[in-house]
C-alpha cells in the first residue's frame, strides 16, 4: 500500500538552531501535503497546507517566517523549525494524499529542543 | 473545531467487541466518516470509512445510523495491540482539501487482559 516516510524519526537540538524534518510519499505523487504537529496527551492540530510548486497555506496562529514549508517535488516536502526553542518541542507529522485519492500518514517526528 | 465529539476513553476486556461511539450531527451531505487510530508516538493509522452504509474490513466494523448524526466503530476482538487513541473525522474524501483533517481529542481506548 502507499507509505507516507518521515526523517528524522527523533531529532534532538540546541537552542536557537534548525532543524529540518522531510516528508516523502513513496510510491504515489502528491501535491498537497500536511503538516500536523501533537504535544502530549493532546490531539494533532493542522499547521499547514503544503502545496507543491507554490507557497504554503499556514492556519491562523502559526508562524510562516518560524515554520518553512518547501514543496519542490511531487513526493517530498520539506518542513524546517528556525531558529528552535524549547517550546517548539513536539512530534511532527506529516500527511499526503494522492491527487485523487486516499489521505496516508507519517511515522512522525518528534524534536526536542534543549 | 472538530465537527466530531467522542468519549475521553473507554476500557475493554482483551478477546471482547470493543463498541467506540461518535457523534457528528452537523456532517454534511458529501462528507464521508473516517476513522484513525494512533498508538503511543507513532503517525495515526487508518482503519475504515463510510458515507451512509456500514462497512466491514480486516480490522473493523463501521456502522452508521440512518440520519447520519453518529456512528460507531467496532472493533470484534480486541487484544491488547489495539489500546491506542482513536479518532473519528467527518471529511470530503479525496481531492486537495480531502487532506485537511480536523482532529479532536479522540477516544483512549484501553485493553485490558
Not at chain 1, 520539506?78 to 524549547?86: E, G, I, N, Q
Not at chain 2, 472538530?2 to 463498541?19: F, H, I, L, V, Y
Not at chain 2, 491506542?84 to 479522540?106: M, T, W
Request: proline share 4%; glycine share 8%.
Amino acid at each position: 500500500g502507499a507509505v507516507v516516510s518521515q526523517h528524522p524519526s527523533w531529532v534532538i537540538c540546541k537552542s536557537g538552531t534548525s532543524v529540518k524534518i522531510e516528508c516523502r510519499s513513496l510510491d504515489f505523487q502528491a501535491t498537497t501535503m500536511f503538516w500536523y504537529r501533537q504535544f502530549p496527551k493532546q490531539s494533532l492540530m493542522l499547521m499547514a497546507t503544503s502545496n507543491e510548486g507554490s507557497k504554503a497555506t499556514y492556519e491562523q496562529g502559526v508562524e510562516k517566517d518560524k515554520f518553512l514549508i518547501n514543496h519542490a517535488s511531487l513526493t517530498l516536502s520539506t518542513l524546517t523549525v528556525t531558529s528552535a526553542h524549547p517550546e517548539d518541542s513536539s512530534f511532527y507529522i506529516c500527511s499526503a494524499t494522492p491527487i485523487a485519492g486516499e489521505l496516508f500518514f507519517g511515522e512522525g517526528s518528534r524534536l526536542t529542543v534543549l | 473545531d472538530a465537527k466530531t465529539t467522542q468519549p475521553t476513553s473507554m476500557d475493554c476486556a482483551e478477546g471482547r467487541a470493543a463498541n467506540l461511539p461518535c457523534n457528528h450531527s452537523t456532517i454534511s451531505g458529501n462528507e464521508y466518516v473516517y476513522w484513525y487510530r494512533q498508538i503511543h508516538s507513532q503517525g495515526p493509522q487508518y482503519i475504515i470509512h463510510g458515507l451512509k452504509n456500514n462497512e466491514t474490513n480486516e480490522m473493523a466494523s463501521l456502522i452508521i445510523t440512518e440520519d447520519r448524526k453518529s456512528s460507531t466503530l467496532i472493533l470484534p476482538h480486541a487484544t491488547l495491540r489495539d489500546t491506542a487513541v482513536y479518532y473519528c473525522i467527518v471529511r470530503v474524501a479525496g481531492g486537495n482539501q480531502g487532506g485537511k483533517l480536523i482532529f479532536g481529542q479522540g477516544t483512549e481506548l484501553s485493553v485490558k487482559p
